[in-house]
T-cell receptor, first 113, second 115 residues
Framework: DAGITQSPRHKVTETGTPVTLRCHQT?????MYWYRQDPGHGLRLIHY???????DKGEVSDGYSVSRSKTEDFLLTLESATSSQTSVYFC????????????FGPGTRLTVL | QQQVKQSPQSLIVQKGGISIINCAYE??????FPWYQQFPGKGPALLIA?????SEKKEGRFTISFNKSAKQFSLHIMDSQPGDSATYFC??????????????FGKGTLLTVNP
């Protein structure tokens, strides 16, 4: 999986609790992305990062925040989880020379009760 | 506003047959068109990709056909095998500044190849 790990791989939490998902890469790639995957919606971009401390919003960013303090780590935080955030979350990475090619991690299945 | 439309949603093919999945896009700024393959419980994996300066790209049993004027591209899987059973996503990418390219995905096609 192109040197990408995600943790945790599975999580069950309750509505209103904060949740942080972690993506770790060993490829030293500049760009990192967070997607959510839901049946009937495909993959939708939540946030992305184009360098340490440089992040921007994707198409479904409401209710999510991100941080990137090191090249290798990209964190996704749900400040107050809601049932609509039950989903599978994927991290992806891309390098400067790869022009659109993104490599995905194994995913985190999050259930918000 | 769905920028990449993928069809069909599901597809059943017999072993040895040809699987065809179609995608259409709206934004002419897209300049990179990858296809991803995803098995249950796994992340999407890049299968094959094409740029708009060519009309076809073949890698083994997988071929992308690209029609720039019609803004359509398709994935053909020749001699389909049960091991090809997976969900396939088309995507389109455009430069978002510097060397950052954001992908827009189709909604996916669940392919089942019967033995």
């Amino acid at each position: 999986d192109a040197g990408i790990t995600q943790s945790p791989r599975h999580k069950v939490t309750e509505t209103g609790t904060p949740v942080t998902l972690r993506c770790h890469q060993t490829e030293n790639h500049r760009y990192m992305y967070w997607y959510r995957q839901d049946p009937g919606h495909g993959l939708r971009l939540i946030h992305y990062s184009y360098g340490v401390k440089d992040t921007d919003k994707g198409e479904v960013s409401d209710g999510y925040s991100v941080s990137r303090s090191k090249t290798e780590d990209f964190l996704l935080t749900l400040e107050s989880a809601t049932s609509s955030q039950t989903s599978v979350y994927f991290c992806a990475i891309s390098g400067d020379t790869q022009k659109g090619t993104q490599y995905f991690g194994p995913g985190t299945r999050l259930t918000v009760l | 506003q769905q920028q990449v439309k993928q069809s069909p949603q599901s597809l059943i093919v017999q072993k040895g047959g040809i699987s065809i999945i179609n995608c259409a896009y709206e934004n002419t700024a897209f300049d990179y068109f990858p296809w991803y393959q995803q098995f249950p419980g796994k992340g999407p994996a890049l299968l094959i990709a094409i740029r708009p300066d060519v009309s076809e790209k073949k890698e083994g049993r997988f071929t992308i056909s690209f029609n720039k004027s019609a803004k359509q591209f398709s994935l053909h899987i020749m001699d389909s095998q049960p091991g090809d059973s997976a969900t396939y996503f088309c995507a389109a990418s455009k430069n978002s500044g510097g060397s950052n390219y954001k992908l827009t995905f189709g909604k996916g096609t669940l392919l089942t190849v019967n033995p």
